[in-house]
């Protein structure tokens, strides 16, 4: 049996950011794990920049932000096994992995980071009915035989779901000759982010098509049209709306989903709004000792707070190992109060904390002039204006310590409020 | 020229032809589609019925109570997923328990064992998580559940083994008959075959049509479905009927070999023996007619859904019989429910009226009954697990992360008699694509895999039918 004393599941931002970070806190026996033939994740199909503004302050791609980090692992001499899988990790810490070369690899780690990533939604989740033809494609596998295995997927296509990897591979596909008829969004507004709807749609001239969905796809071997259907402001079908739209192709990018049979089998809780584990101030799950990070706990819109979050998770790995993350019982739960649909993290245990915490949260809807109101059993402690917020933008909110040294077992809730 | 030309890859046409197999004659299954197990044997309800429902006295009730107990055999021999889960026939009202009565007491006509009328209580200590409408249900212990595709391939693939000759792509233009034979053209050439047996499934009367005056119709009867996820996979242990009514038979709820939950089918009959397109409609009645069987469907975990066609018989019944009209042209047609259950009986008795008809069938003493396994990477011990990754480093490669399946079983579903060629073939026979992701992660790598090994371009790997392209062509960077 290999013995570690942290062992990092996937090598995307997550997990390279986590490793890293735990190496700088003096942990010296890393291993990172991933599936993939090589480490970067899904940033090494993201071949447009927006990677790193906040981060680096500059402008990188996802392969370029990805090698950053790569090249920063390697150098400090941080142990990765490629092309390999984790088929089970147990709440004991042994983690049990396959690959061609170890063959069954047993690893007892005294600390585990799940940094698993998410995987998109599929047509079957969201029940479009009509036949069923080659030319429907999740938005990221497109992004990938197009980016990774210069393989072209489609020349007439509709993009249903206005998500980032929507947006952006309207644009890609548009650069490669394909013509894109329109990107649809359920709701009155794009899932993406602002900066996306404007670079890869607006700046292309291709139609961000509101209040629209997809309700029949046709065609006996390909994809030969789709349905499109208007929708009511309760989202539901307006009889006699429909128009049917000539395409060989239709992109799905409605939505991702934190990937996470491994923590669930390790029997880690998981949070019903995130779909991610319930995890404390040092993003730790309610297994002790097995940490998460990344879009495995909740989905992000921009890496560089995955990796600001990731750091977290290994420094406090660090800090768990070397016996110095504080195990106090008691704590605050974060509650999402009105308007809010989720609050990571779930419990804080205020000794654990430097200066400050840090709150990550999504609103239900599109709020506009509101503020963020952020209580302590029932006692206002911050609020924050907003001008804009929609759920496809994730709010951060920054506490100081103080304000919460005094609390135990108390709740902190956060709600919108709007302003007179 | 073939002694035996069979028309249709289905279930009934692989049964048909690997029990002829065991004769030394030479033998051609054609198939109009790309793959075998393309028609109704890849969207159907997946059970091997326990034989109650029929009524005594037809073709349908002597198959299913002949068939379901052959299943353990042929599964075994061909490792197939088989499991006799039970099954129980929910009743809603007193009424209903009456039904069940009738139920039970045809079931008795029909030689099934060990069937039993139980009360809510009983039923509730086999399936807890029934809904509060249920006041009893008639439990038949010799039920079962099989992947119907699965055995197909099989099959079909246990008949190539043993010297079948598999045409794919080969669709029957027209028949001429001649004095002791016939010449069948199909888009690809011309066949000379002493007889014909016609497992065209939907198109069975079409094909019959082609030789003799029309005198039976097939009636193409949608059904759809709902697959939800593993995760799911234990809020039943048994398959759940609802009991029938004048208004129908009711949905079905009941896990599958994989451990996913079926649930479906409606019923619609249809025009277009193409059609197997879903609708939200029927789709939404399936979703709300369910809700009676369970107190909770979870309709929030499906990974998809589908629409299978049944091919019904104008004549109500199985038609398995030489046409009148024409000599040697054997019909086995609108074989609908409990058609995969009554398969293997239906293949024994046509191959035993077919050699008692030639008088001159002998034996084929190297017929081999054994296809060799598959290996499920994830179902070995970790011993297992060690030594085959060892002996083929593929093993330790997984591609689909759903499911766990590895390179080394996606190449050998390609590498085998009548083996994978598409994506869907390597879907419907290792898995990858099943699961939860539905090939999103996977797809590309599979595609990958299928080029290498056939020899091929990427840009020409197929989902299903030869005209389902997936890439439309090169990047510019990559041209």
Redesign the interface.
């Known amino acids: 049996m290999l013995k570690y004393d942290i062992v990092i599941i996937g090598g995307g931002p997550a997990g390279l950011a986590a490793a890293i970070e735990a190496k700088k806190n003096g942990i010296d026996s890393i291993l990172v794990i991933e ?1 993939d033939r090589e480490l970067g994740g899904i940033l090494q199909q993201c071949i447009h920049n927006g990677f790193g503004l906040h981060i680096f302050k500059e402008e990188l791609t996802g392969p370029e932000y990805a090698e950053k980090f790569i090249e920063e692992l390697e150098n400090i001499g941080i142990e990765y096994k490629l ?1 390999t ?1 984790v ?1 089970d990790v147990t709440d004991d810490k042994i983690v049990n992995a ?7 690899l047993t690893i007892k780690s005294k600390a585990v980071i799940f940094a698993m990533g998410c ?2 939604r ?4 969201i ?1 479009i ?7 429907v494609y ?1 938005a ?2 497109a992004q ?3 980016n ?8 007439k296509v509709m993009i249903l779901g206005s998500g980032d990897i929507g947006l952006i591979m309207a644009r890609r596909l548009t650069l ?2 394909a013509e894109v008829i329109g990107v649809l969004s359920r709701d009155n507004f794009a899932a993406g982010l602002m900066r996306n709807v404007v670079q890869c749609l607006e700046d292309y001239n291709i139609p961000l098509m509101l209040r629209q969905t997809i ?2 796809i ?1 065609g ?3 994809v030969e049209s789709v349905v499109v259907v208007n929708l009511d402001e309760n989202k539901k079908p307006i009889s006699g709306s429909e128009t049917v739209y000539e395409c ?2 239709l992109l799905l990018s409605v939505g991702l989903i934190p ?1 996470n ?1 491994l923590s ?1 089998n390790a029997g880690i809780k998981i949070d019903r709004a995130t779909k991610g584990p319930i995890v404390n101030e040092s993003m730790e799950t309610n297994v002790n000792g097995i940490f998460a990070c990344g879009n495995v706990v909740h989905v992000h819109d921009l890496v560089d707070y995955v990796t600001e979050e990731s750091r977290r998770a290994g420094k406090s790995a660090a800090g768990f190992v070397k016996g110095e993350l504080n195990n106090n019982e008691s704590f605050i739960e974060t509650k999402p109060s009105k308007g809010i649909n989720y609050i990571v993290p779930h419990k804080i245990r205020v000794e654990n904390l430097e200066k400050s915490l840090e709150l990550f949260m999504r609103v239900r809807g599109v709020y506009k002039n509101s503020k963020l109101v952020v209580k302590l059993n029932d006692k206002i402690i911050k609020e924050l204006k907003k001008r804009h917020m929609t759920p496809s933008e994730m709010e951060k909110i920054v506490i100081n310590k103080s304000l919460l040294s005094e609390q135990k077992d108390a709740v902190l809730t956060v709600e919108v409020v709007k302003e007179a | 020229m073939y002694d035996v030309t069979i028309i249709g890859a289905g279930i009934i046409g692989t049964f048909i032809a690997r029990e002829l197999a065991r004769y030394t004659l030479r033998i051609a299954l054609l198939e109009k589609d790309n793959d075998v197990a393309n028609g109704t044997t890849k969207a159907n309800s997946a059970i091997i019925h326990a034989g109650y429902d029929a009524k005594s006295g037809t073709l349908k009730a002597k198959f299913n109570a002949l068939g379901n107990p052959m299943f353990d055999k042929v599964c075994e021999e061909l490792d197939v997923p088989f499991k006799r889960i039970g099954s129980l026939v929910l009743a809603f009202s007193e009424d209903q328990m009456e039904t069940l009565g009738e139920l039970y007491e045809q079931g008795r006509q029909n030689k099934i064992p060990d069937l039993r009328i139980l009360n809510r209580d009983e039923v509730k200590a086999i399936e807890p998580n029934i809904s509060e409408y249920v006041v009893g249900a008639l439990h038949a212990p010799t039920a079962g559940i099989v992947g119907p595709w699965e055995l197909a391939m099989a099959l079909a693939e246990n008949a190539v083994d043993n010297n079948v000759d598999l045409m794919l792509n080969n669709e029957v233009i027209k028949i001429e008959k001649q004095e002791d034979s016939y010449v069948i053209f199909t888009n690809e050439q011309q066949i000379k075959t002493k007889y014909v047996i016609n497992c065209a499934g939907v198109y069975a009367d079409n094909l019959h049509n082609m030789v003799a005056k029309p005198s039976f119709e097939i009636i193409p009867r949608r059904g759809q479905y709902f ?1 939800l996820d593993k ?1 799911e996979g234990n809020i039943t242990n048994s398959i759940l009927f609802q009991c029938p009514t004048k208004l129908g038979k009711g949905v079905l709820v009941l896990p599958t070999v994989h451990e996913n939950i079926l649930i479906g089918p409606d019923a619609e009959d249809i025009e277009n023996k ?1 059609n ?5 409609e029927r ?1 939404c009645y399936v979703m709300e007619a369910s809700r009676k069987t369970l107190s909770n469907v979870p309709f929030n975990s ?5 629409a299978g066609l049944r091919a019904k018989p104008s004549t109500e019944d199985f038609i398995i019989e030489e046409s009148n009209q024409s000599k040697g042209f054997i019909n086995v047609a609108g074989i609908e429910s409990p058609g995969l259950s009554a398969a293997p009986a239906i293949a024994e008795y046509v191959v035993n009226m077919l050699r008692d008809m030639d008088g001159s069938f002998k034996l084929n003493e190297e017929f081999n009954p054994i296809r060799r396994k598959m290996t499920v990477f ?1 179902a070995l011990n ?1 011993e297992e ?2 030594e085959i ?2 002996k083929d ?2 093993y ?3 591609i689909c ?2 499911e ?1 399946i590895t390179e080394g079983e996606i190449v050998d579903s390609i590498n085998r008699n009548a083996g994978a060629r598409t994506f869907d073939g390597v879907k419907r026979r290792v898995r990858p694509g099943m699961g ?6 996977c ?2 790598r599979v ?2 895999i299928l080029a290498r090994e056939l020899g091929e371009d ?2 020409d790997i ?17 041209v």
Do not use: H, W
Request: hydrophobic letters at 25%; one cysteine or more; a positive charge.
């Open positions: 599936r092309d899988m088929l396959i690959n061609t070369k170890d063959g069954v995987r998109e599929t047509r079957g989740a029940n009915a009509g036949s069923r033809p080659s030319g999740n990221g596998m990938r035989l197009i990774m295995e210069g393989v072209m997927v489609g020349k490669e000759g309700s029949k046709n006996k071997d390909r060989d192709t990937e049979e669930r | 697959v995760s193409e197997t397109e879903t609708t939200e789709l499906v990974i998809t859904s589908f994830m970790e697990k060690k990754i060892k480093p593929r330790g490669r997984v992360r759903c766990n939860r992701c539905q090939g999103g992660f797809g590309p595609m990958e990427i840009v197929v989902k299903d039918s030869k005209k389902s392209y997936i890439a439309t062509g090169l990047t510019k960077n990559n």
